[in-house]
Structures are given as structure tokens and as C-alpha cells.
């Protein structure tokens, strides 16, 4: 058999090396995956950022489309069903990291008002790979949580979900979690405007980690400046990566498109793809996994839990691993560079790599900790 050619984005991490045994392979960013390019590759291992549409593909010889990411909007299915083009993506690769963002965006917000998660009902829209960790985040940190997902309602006849009013009516702070679907019954673009947000109550807070198209970013402006919402944590953004600097101005946390860039997420992105390409391609390596992923500097978490409540003891935990703050200073000190903070992104692993240390023992703490993935001990 003649080796198969692959085209390959070069900031898929832990990829390089992998596949040259098996395959010709050629690496690119993003941006420089043209159509001359691909022309006579035979698959193409991709992220978001490069369009995979008749323009890209039109007389390519591509047969086979990997995507590292959970989504796959970048993806024109039609045109690959139409032309006989396989296409993959990776649906949960990195769901834990977002939940490790968004239980960081959670106790920024809670600090920096003064309020406890405990006291406050959180709506999660979109209760898929990602929707379904933040809805056990939600309930490790005590909050009420409130769910919403038409699509799986009517396919799936779920009952304890509510609709989006009802989200909207009832909860203190949403986060979504829905795919980037243009038209439609379930269409989500622009899903954040200002129908959406005039009834939503005073002093709400929202979270966007799915796609900056699901808001309008012009009625989020509108909505933050004049005191509608209390404020927002924004990971997506309308014209990535020119994104709007008076929408950043505006948050209460800004960060460029990285809630999902754990190490780990990564990790199991790439693994996903790797092991699609070589089932269809019968190459061999289906169970194929990245070794060796780095590991931060210091792994353990010391806390002195001797008087403190047991959510200071959690949110400590949390910011030792992802201190949220960080992304959100560096962009704001250059938004013009979204793009080379994404491709360098510090290492950030997940709460699995850590082992928290407390000064006694709290049942209740411990259990929320070892639920939330981390390792616990007593010192």
C-alpha cells in the first residue's frame, strides 16, 4: 500500500512524530492550509481555525477530516457528504478543562461581589459532553443548578430540564454550552442578544465558553454598560482573533478561546484524532495515546483547613491549579497577540494531577475534593 499524505495543523500538540512512520506527513497553521496545500494530501488533521469548505477542498484529493476539537462548525458537512469526505471530531476531549474554567470563573465572580456559590442557582444551556460536567461542578460547589437543552429533551424525552425562560427567570448566573448552529429550530447564533438578555434578571452573570457567534456582541456591550447584567465571563468571541476591546473592557474576565486548553484536554484531542485517522486508513495504532505530558512544577496543594469554610478550602484548590487572572491580564495587556497566547499557552493540567493536603480531615470537603477529581490526603 502507498503511503497515504497528510496535511496537519503544526499547533496540535503532541502530534509530531506520531504519524511519520505510518504516513507522508506535512505540517502548517492554520492560516497556510490552502487549497494548493491539501491538493494532493489524503487527509487532513485540523483545529477551528482552518475552514474545511468547498474553497479549501474543491478538486483536493482529500478523503479523510480529523478535528482535534470538540466542535466542528468549521466543517462544511454537506459538501463532505456530497463529495464522499469522512470527517471526525473529538466530542468531550476537554470537557474537564472547561469545567476547571468555569469553576475558576466561578469563584473569581463569587470573590470579587462577595457572595457564596452556595446561595446562588446557576443555568447551564447545553447539557452535552461539557453542559454535563458543569452541571456536577454546580452541585459539588453547592449551588441549585438549573438545565436546559431542547434538542436533547425531544430526542431523548429527558424530564427535569426547563426552558430557556425559565433559565433566564430563575438563575443568578448562565453558561453555555451549546454548538454554533446558523439557522434552524435550534439555531444558537447570536442566541446571546438583546431579547435574551432584557429578561434576564438584574445583576445575572453570564459565561460564554462555547462560540463567540453565539452572542451578539454588540447587545452584550449594551447590556454590560448600562447595568442590565452585573457583569461576564467571556473564553469566545465574534471575529476571532480581532476581537472587540470594548467588549473586553467590559467583562469581568477575558480569554483567548483557552477554556479548554488543559494539557490533558489537549492530550485526549489529539489521541481522538490520531485514532480515527488510523482506523479509516487501517493503519494500526487505533488505541494510541500521548506519554509523557508535562507536569507542572508543584503538584501539591497545602491548605491549613483548620478554621476555614469548607467553599474557601474548594475555591483555594481550584486556584491553585488554574488561576484564571492570569489569562485574563495577558490579553487584556495585548489582545492584538490572541493568537500566539493560544498557540503558547502555559501548561495548565487538570485537578487529577494534584493532591490536595489538608491540615485535618472534613468529611464533606474531602468528599467534594475526590469528586472533583483531585487527591486528597491529611497532614
Not at 459532553?129 to 443548578?145: D, N, P, R
Not at 503558547?344 to 494534584?354: A, I, Q
Request: aromatic share 6%; glycine share 8%; charged share 25%.
Amino acid at each position: 500500500m502507498d503511503r497515504i499524505k497528510i496535511i496537519a495543523d503544526k499547533d496540535i500538540p503532541f502530534l509530531k512524530g506520531v504519524l511519520e512512520p505510518y504516513a507522508e506527513i506535512e505540517y502548517y497553521s492554520g492560516s497556510q492550509i490552502t487549497n494548493e496545500v491539501v491538493m494532493d494530501a489524503d487527509a487532513l488533521i485540523t483545529r477551528t481555525r482552518t475552514k474545511c469548505n468547498s474553497e479549501l477542498l474543491h478538486n483536493s484529493n482529500i478523503k479523510f477530516i480529523s478535528s482535534a476539537t470538540i466542535g466542528f462548525d468549521h466543517i462544511d458537512t454537506d459538501y463532505c457528504k456530497k463529495n464522499k469526505i469522512e470527517w471526525t471530531n473529538a466530542p468531550g476531549c476537554n470537557s474537564s478543562s472547561v469545567q476547571q474554567y468555569v469553576a475558576a470563573a466561578l469563584i473569581h465572580i463569587s470573590r470579587k461581589y462577595n457572595f457564596s456559590l452556595g446561595n446562588r442557582t446557576l443555568g447551564v444551556v447545553g447539557v452535552g459532553h461539557v453542559g454535563s460536567k458543569i452541571v456536577k461542578l454546580a452541585e459539588y460547589l453547592g449551588m441549585t443548578v438549573l438545565l436546559n437543552d431542547p434538542p436533547r429533551v425531544r430526542n431523548e424525552g429527558l424530564c427535569g430540564f426547563v426552558s430557556l425562560d425559565g433559565i433566564l427567570r430563575d438563575c443568578d448566573i448562565i453558561t453555555f454550552h451549546v454548538p454554533l448552529n446558523m439557522s434552524g429550530e435550534d439555531k444558537t447564533y447570536h442566541m446571546i442578544n438583546k431579547n435574551l438578555l432584557d429578561k434576564v434578571n438584574p445583576g445575572t452573570f453570564i459565561i460564554n465558553t462555547s462560540r463567540g457567534e453565539v452572542a451578539d456582541t454588540g447587545d452584550l456591550k449594551n447590556s454590560l454598560s448600562s447595568g442590565k447584567i452585573a457583569g461576564a465571563i467571556i473564553d469566545v468571541w465574534e471575529g476571532e482573533p480581532d476581537i472587540d476591546v470594548d467588549l473586553l473592557d467590559l467583562v469581568d474576565i477575558g480569554t483567548p478561546h483557552i477554556a479548554g486548553y488543559s494539557a490533558d484536554g489537549k492530550a485526549n484531542g489529539t489521541a481522538m484524532s490520531v485514532r480515527a485517522l488510523s482506523k479509516y486508513f487501517n493503519i494500526g495504532i487505533d488505541n494510541w495515546k500521548p506519554v509523557n505530558i508535562p507536569v507542572p512544577d508543584n503538584t501539591e496543594i497545602n491548605i491549613n483547613n483548620s478554621s476555614e469554610p469548607g467553599e474557601n478550602i474548594i475555591a483555594e484548590a481550584v486556584i491553585n491549579t488554574h488561576n484564571i487572572s492570569k489569562d485574563d491580564i495577558r490579553l487584556r495587556q495585548s489582545p492584538g497577540t490572541f493568537e500566539k497566547q493560544r498557540a503558547e499557552y502555559p501548561l495548565r493540567r487538570e485537578f487529577d494531577s494534584y493532591t490536595v493536603r489538608l491540615a485535618r480531615k472534613d468529611r464533606n470537603v474531602v468528599r467534594i475534593l475526590r469528586r472533583m477529581g483531585f487527591n486528597v490526603e491529611i497532614n
